[in-house]
C-alpha cells in the first residue's frame, strides 16, 4: 500500500520568501502519529524561458520536535548576538506585512485523539 494513503493533512502555512516559498505542513497517520514536513520551493526560471520549481523536504516527526525547535533557536540566537551588526537585528526586529496567503489555514477539523478507539473510526 502506498504511504501517501495513510498520510492526511491537518494544517498547513505558506510562507513566501522572495524566489523561495516554504511550507510548514502538519500531518497525521491513521494511528494518529502526527509530524511535520517542511519544503522548500525556489522558483527556476529555465534556458527556454518556461518555470520550474526545484524542492526540497524534511520529515520532522513529534518525538523531535523540541529538540528541533530548541536547536533552531540556538542557531537564530547566534546569528543574532555573534553574526550580525546591530542594524541588520533591527531590521529582522522590523514588524512585517504578510499576505493573507501566509496566514496558517486548517485544513481538516479533527476530533480529539481517543486511545480506546480504533483506527478505523477516523
Excluded at 502506498?2 to 493533512?9: A, G, I, L, S
Excluded at 519544503?39 to 526560471?45: A, D, F, H, L, W
Excluded at 523536504?57 to 529538540?67: G, T
Amino acid at each position: 500500500m502506498d504511504d501517501r494513503h495513510d498520510q492526511e493533512e491537518i494544517y498547513s502555512q505558506r510562507i513566501k520568501a522572495g524566489k523561495r516559498t516554504y511550507f510548514f505542513d502538519v500531518k497525521a497517520t491513521r494511528g494518529q502519529d502526527y509530524y511535520l514536513t517542511i519544503t522548500e520551493s525556489k522558483r527556476r526560471q529555465n534556458g527556454d524561458d518556461s518555470v520550474s520549481y526545484e524542492k526540497h523536504k524534511i520529515f520532522l516527526y513529534k518525538e523531535d520536535f523540541l529538540k528541533f525547535v530548541d536547536a533552531l533557536q540556538d542557531a537564530v540566537d547566534y546569528v543574532r548576538e555573534e553574526l550580525l551588526s546591530p542594524e541588520e537585528v533591527a531590521e529582522l526586529d522590523r514588524p512585517r506585512e504578510y499576505d493573507d496567503r501566509d496566514q496558517p489555514r486548517r485544513e481538516v477539523e479533527r476530533p480529539a485523539f481517543d486511545p480506546n478507539r480504533s483506527d478505523d473510526a477516523y
